[in-house]
């Protein structure tokens, strides 16, 4: 019995790393005004503090996965911890755009040695198959319900005025947090069996963060400089880092030499269709997040705090339909996450038509509920649509480039579809976000199609025949 209990409490303490990771993405999107007021930036650079977080995270979430196998979970998870709280004391710190933005790459970086340990300790923990179910469910609601947390905190705090400005405690809320995540991991949570053999292809990181900087730092940065030689330059070199990326890993595992990812899985057609349909969901998901709320408040005149109020029923919502579908799930598949996409086209579509300055506060709250509960019937299952054809053996690496995809595509999110909603902004904020909602209209349709063309769950025999001849 006491097993069990404490099975269920590491999973408490390890839920803490996903929990953070997310609130840092999105609890920035409220404060985003006061922050760009505070450290004298630019709408480049105060993008760059979400894309940039979510950068760092991406590059680094495969060899933060390989890192707990070499060294430990626990260890990994505790010092990936600690590093990330340390970072976020210093985002709290700093006085330039600049200083944020570097110690921004630094917290995602930690978080990606950190997030990657919560997914094997639930794979490790829980071997029953119901069990595991309920505790990857408590995972993904965990992430949904981060966002919406992190808009309220953003809000609330951003309007608190102590002694120092209230965004900087927006990242010293992190302090007491990890600090009792950090005894609490000490305490409570058992080490994992160490692989020593395993290795790290540093070459392959290399690449791969070089690629993911040169695509997104010039969707960026770009806009704002009004799109000099230099930003093509760099995403041409993005797409050819990708190319040279992809090749590099085949030779090294045609060689047996351990690559970063194995590119076979990109051989399950089944798992490039999921991988698409997490890009876009992942891509209108974080955009939406940063353009209600900047809508929102620059837009509507509503302040920060109030602003943040406004996801408190979204977020009710959210959990609500998330708990339905981890169990609706089992029986219809993915025809639930085809309902919560049809939600979110009505969702958006309504605000696009009736968020305008004048509107009743009911209408907004009751559109974004509309939004929670739709988004709750996709976000959390989307990982166990996605993966749920690939076969067992290959699990582990596939859930790697999933985190690594979702990471990418928020960051894509924040730099494209963001990036055209402060273009517009200059023509008014109601015309930025009648354009921002087309983007994420198209975002939606483009999930609803793949679902579409994912077929109906498989089992492992039947997909394991589709893969994957040794390269």
Known sequence: MNEIKNKWLELIIV?????????????INVAIPTIKKGVHATDGEVQLVIAGYLLGYAAFLITGGRAGDHFGRKKVFFWGMFAFTIASCLCGLSQTALQLNITRIFQGL????????????????????????????????????????GQVLGGYLSDVHWFIDGWRLVFFINLPIGMITLWATYKYVTETVKHQNTKFDYIGILILTLALFSLIYPLIQGREAG??????????????????????????????????????????????????AVLFHFMLHTAYLLLSAVYLQNGLGISALDSGLYFVVPGILFITSSVMASRLIVKFGKRVLQVGVIILFVAFSLQMMLWKPGINTWLIIGLMGIWGFGNGLVLPSLL??????????YAGAAAGI????????????????????????????????????????????????MLQLLPGMKTEAETSKKVIKTI
């Open 15 to 27: 839920l803490s790393a996903p929990l953070l990771s997310v609130i840092d993405v999105f609890i």
């Open 110 to 149: 930690s978080a990606s040695f950190m997030v990657p340990q919560t997914i094997a300790f639930i794979q490790l923990l829980f071997t029953d198959t119901k069990e595991r179910a309920k505790a990857f469910g408590l995972y993904g609601i965990t992430l949904g319900t981060a966002a919406v947390i």
């Open 227 to 276: 799109w000099p030689l230099w930003s093509f330059g760099l995403l041409i070199v993005s797409g050819l880092l990708f190319v040279f990326f992809i090749y590099n890993q085949k030779i090294k595992l045609s060689s047996n030499e351990n690559p970063l990812i194995d590119v076979r899985l990109f051989r399950i057609k089944d798992f490039n269709i999921g991988l698409v």
């Open 384 to 393: 166990n649509v996605a993966l749920k054809n690939v076969p067992s053996q």
């Open 402 to 449: 999933y985190s690594t995809f979702q990471q990418t595509a928020s960051a894509l999110g924040v730099s494209i579809i963001g990036g055209i909603f402060f273009y517009f902004s200059k023509n008014g904020w109601q015309t930025a976000y009648h354009f921002g909602m087309i983007c994420l209209l198209i975002c939606v349709l483009m999930v609803g199609v």
